[in-house]
């Protein structure tokens, strides 16, 4: 039986296309029930997870169901800032993908792959209704029109740095608002971000923003565009400033910390902000 073989797969024997025996690109077929044939990672769908924080998807996981409303595979990732599972026993056929919320909905984002192409990608919550043509075919999907993938700037450093923030300073609990602050929104309309003119360079962070508390994160050096900083009137105990600050050489405007209760002496990196107007 040579004959619809699924993709990435030369032959098959005579029980069904899923059956590989030769992989079209000389590998061997990953042998699930030890009867001599299986699938090729030419048909295998990887589930690719991403976390912009870094600490993985706090207590959320996706769910793949098939037609019939069975549960096909069940995945999370545990921890860091990106993983990759493999599902190389999905049969041919249609799935909803979903992604429940957990603890930090907005940190989530997901890709579906097969053979490196993209099937479907989203956010939590985002459900991929249907993917046809596994695995014969290049497959095709369609998504509900009510669902859009996840905006871009999750993946973004300035997303990245001003997540880390956000959630360094006490923003889930201590802030006195925090408006737009790692939704969907696009950076520069969240509350305490200035940008340039109509684009989306942020050149100010801070300004009007009270209830800090915490520690300053490293990844604020990760805000290169950066001109002025503002965190002053504000409760850092036992906090220093991160040299990371070193990184923002395009600041030409203050850096405001006056009012807090900052331990030790500024990092000696300040001394690279050459054209920082001031520093209080």
Known sequence: ??????????????????????????????????????????????VKM???????????????????GAVSAVGTLSTGSSWSNELCEITKGCYNMSVSDG?????ISWVVTQGGEALGEGGAGKTVVCVEGIPTSTPTITVSPTITPGPTHYE??????????????????KWQSADGWLTDAPTCEWEYIECAGAGDTITALGEGINHLSG??????????????????????????????????????GPLFLFGNTMMGSLPSEIGMLTNMAESL
């Open 1 to 46: 039986y040579t004959g619809d073989c699924y993709s990435g797969c030369s032959t098959c024997d005579g029980s069904g296309y899923e059956d590989c025996i030769t992989c079209s690109d000389g590998s061997v077929p990953v042998d699930d029930d030890g009867d001599g044939d299986g699938y090729c990672d030419g048909w295998c769908v990887k």
């Open 50 to 68: 991403y976390d912009t924080y870094g600490d993985g998807w706090n207590d959320a996981k996706y769910t793949v169901v098939n037609s019939n």
């Open 103 to 107: 603890d930090y909905p907005t940190e």
């Open 156 to 173: 973004s450093e300035d997303f990245k740095a001003l997540s880390a923030f956000y959630h360094a300073t006490g923003g889930g609990s």
């Open 215 to 252: 520690s300053i994160p490293t990844q604020i050096g990760g805000l290169k565009s950066l001109i002025s900083v503002h965190l002053g009137a504000n409760f850092f105990p036992m906090a220093t400033l991160p040299s990371e600050i070193g990184m923002l050489t395009n600041m030409t």
